[in-house]
């Protein structure tokens, strides 16, 4: 270990220069094996462990260099091309991910299929080589600037839902995909919709084989989890999406890093929002600190953090030492969106008035006002609460499952999704 990471250091001390693209640094990472250190050799990675790999990400934040690529294909698309790709796809895609030449989306949900995810109703129908895409997904992040999608999409409507389904890598660059932001009530569109219209991907571009897709989507969700867990870890300065439409590859990382420190300053500002110290503040500068009823709401608030960070506190050490995190992981992204709603509510009952207003000249820059509007993401991405509080309630206090009558019909005989049956 010591020896790896005095090569990673020395490595580090030789090549970094904020003065060079963000391209160059990521395609140097790669090809010498430290962006994705538990990758194989060849691929962007050294074959390592992901406990060595950590010693890498703690050597890039201790320089102060940029990190490797991040994004959902690195965190995801990378993985599940490792555990499912055969030596051709790994060569096409792996590489390309490390080195951050592509960004890639995740196309899994749908108007009908969410939660429910084995009720997708995109089609994808064989015609020799190739297949034929049609259908719609829709909260799709990144889905403007991606290369390319990791697409679930049914295959066999004769087969039960969960076995009909396959795993496409699609290329999201062709006449049949069409992508339309969706604009947020918080000003934003960080998510798309994304149509398929006759759109094509090679035979060669599945994963995990046809019709057996569900097992690369659920492998693919706990990457997910995974490194949504794991966001904030030591690894360098965050600075610039991967892949050409992004359009940071070909920019100088001094560059880059002044916009990076500034978009986390605001970052940090709203998640500080939620935390009991920055309401605790509001309320004393607006004058209601000494207010029974809110000063009980601030005491409520600082008691569930603590609990709350308890708790993530027990997750992380499962990770350190190098168990899988268990259902404290569901509990603490319950507790964290609970939070994040009761921060809310006593913010907007300090500011009254003021917490409609949001712009620079609004108390504290508008930032309680954008966490009232933007916290509903929090229930509802990488698993609602609702769904939380299933696989609490089943996995931690043992009550039954849910029933699945579903199970072994098959999916043309099922009214799911925005469907009825045989439609
Ligand atoms: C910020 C953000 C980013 C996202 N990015 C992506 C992305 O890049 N790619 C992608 O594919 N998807 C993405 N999603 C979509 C996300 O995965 C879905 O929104 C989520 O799975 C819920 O699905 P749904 O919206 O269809 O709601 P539904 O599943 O229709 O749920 C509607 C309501 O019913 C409840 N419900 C559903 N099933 C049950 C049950 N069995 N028991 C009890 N209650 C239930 C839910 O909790 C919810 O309150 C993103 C979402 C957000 C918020």
Redesign the pocket.
């Known amino acids: 270990m010591a020896d790896l990471r005095s090569e990673a250091r020395d490595w580090i001390a030789d090549h970094w220069d904020p003065n060079r693209t963000l391209g160059e640094w990521w395609d140097e990472l790669a090809r010498a094996g430290w962006a994705f250190p538990h990758w194989p050799t060849g691929h962007g990675g050294r074959g390592l462990t992901r406990e060595d790999a950590r010693v890498v990400n703690e050597e890039l934040a201790a320089a102060q260099a940029v990190a490797p690529p991040g994004g959902?294909g690195q965190m995801m698309g990378g993985p599940v091309t490792i555990d499912f790709g055969d030596d051709d796809q790994q060569d096409r895609w792996l590489m390309a991910l490390a080195s951050g030449q592509e960004g890639w989306?995740?196309?899994?949900?749908e108007p009908g299929?969410?939660?429910?995810?084995a009720s997708v109703q995109t089609r994808a129908i064989r015609d020799g080589d190739v297949w034929i895409v049609n259908g719609q997904?829709v909260?799709?992040?990144?889905a403007t600037s991606a290369t390319r999608g990791m697409l679930v999409a049914r295959t066999n409507l004769d087969a039960p839902k969960h076995r009909g389904i396959t795993y496409f890598i699609i290329d999201m660059d062709q006449p049949g995909v069409e992508v339309r932001p969706l604009k947020q009530m918080n000003g934003g569109a960080?998510?798309n919709e994304v149509f398929f219209t006759d759109a094509v991907v090679p035979h060669d571009c599945i994963l995990g084989g046809v019709d057996t897709g569900w097992q690369v989507a659920v492998a693919t969700l706990a990457y997910e989890r995974q490194g949504l867990g794991s966001r904030g870890a030591a690894g360098g300065i965050v600075a610039g999406t991967p892949g050409a439409k992004a359009g940071h590859l070909d920019v100088p990382m001094s560059e880059l890093i002044e916009r990076a420190r500034a978009d986390r300053a605001a970052m940090e500002r709203g998640q500080a929002a939620r935390s009991p110290k920055s309401v605790i503040a509001l309320a004393r500068e607006q004058g209601k600190n000494q207010d029974p009823v809110i000063r009980q709401g601030l005491a409520d608030l600082y008691v569930f953090a603590e609990v709350q960070r308890y708790t993530s506190l027990r997750a992380r050490a499962a990770v350190q030492q190098g168990r899988q995190p268990g259902p404290e992981v569901s509990i603490a992204k319950l507790a964290a969106s609970e939070q994040a709603r009761r921060a809310r509510d006593l913010s907007m009952r300090i500011l009254g008035a003021h917490g409609t207003l949001m712009s620079p000249d609004a108390p504290n820059d508008g930032t309680f006002s954008q966490l009232a509007l933007s916290v509903h993401?929090s229930s509802?991405?990488?698993?609602?609460?609702?769904?939380q509080r299933?696989i609490i309630g089943e996995r931690v206090l043992g009550l039954p499952k849910?029933p699945q009558v579903d199970r072994d019909v098959a999916f043309k005989d099922l009214d799911v999704g925005t469907r009825s049956r045989g439609s």
């Open positions: 959902l989306c995740q196309l899994f949900s299929a969410g939660s429910d995810l997904k909260w799709t992040s990144g960080t998510f993401g509802i991405a990488g698993g609602t609460d609702e769904i299933n849910e």
